[in-house]
């Protein structure tokens, strides 16, 4: 499977190349990144939307919840890419690994805070919101402003997803792969 839109070509208009000099730290693009700079106005708004910045979650909160909704939308291609650049930075096991991809909340790996929001990411992807049960077990966890950049987050990645699977994007060579069950 080839990718349906090809990715710009170096070289890139300066702030462009800026961008990508700053967030790859010296390794080549992602080909996500390279494509969405076809269009500078696309790429720049797709990056004004990033929240991996330090916000209202640790790391691995947010790992958690990008690794969960990539996987919950067959996002191999994001899903692997967090995997390969922040699972060592997030503690994850390799069973936490295994169980964001096709795991439960209820895996025994996970805290109750963790598996709140492992909950939250399957029930946002079931239908589309919160109940009221999942709503209060969150806000007594989480700040509203956590909370909210939760929501955000599972969004966004999910936008991220419908990129990286509607463009056909080749995989990373340096990303991890899905477990076999999710790939079977």
């Known amino acids: 499977m080839t990718e349906r839109i090809k990715p710009a070509q170096p070289p890139f208009p300066p702030d462009i190349q800026s961008s990508l000099v ?33 916000g209202n979650l640790t790391v691995r909160q947010r790992e958690i919840v ?8 067959r996002s191999e291609y994001e899903w692997g890419v967090h995997i390969a650049a922040f699972a060592g930075h997030a503690g994850f096991s390799d069973a936490q690994i295994n169980s964001l991809a ?3 909340p209820a895996d025994v790996c996970w805290s109750n805070d963790e598996r709140l929001l492992i909950a939250l990411c399957d029930q946002l ?37 419908y990129l990286t699977n509607g463009l056909r994007l080749p995989l990373e060579p340096e990303s991890a792969r899905f477990p076999s069950a999710v790939v079977g």
């Open 102 to 104: 096709i795991g439960s």
């Open 22 to 54: 700053s967030l790859m730290r010296g390794k080549p693009p992602l080909v996500l990144f390279t494509t969405l700079a076809r269009d500078p106005r696309l790429f720049q708004k797709f990056f004004a939307g990033s929240l991996l910045d330090r």
């Open 66 to 73: 990008i690794d969960r909704t990539t996987a919950l939308c």
């Open 125 to 161: 992807q079931a239908v589309c919101t919160i109940d009221d049960d999942l709503w209060g077990l969150l806000s007594r966890s989480f700040s509203d402003e956590a909370i909210l950049e939760l929501l955000l987050l599972a969004g966004f990645y999910r936008t991220v997803s």
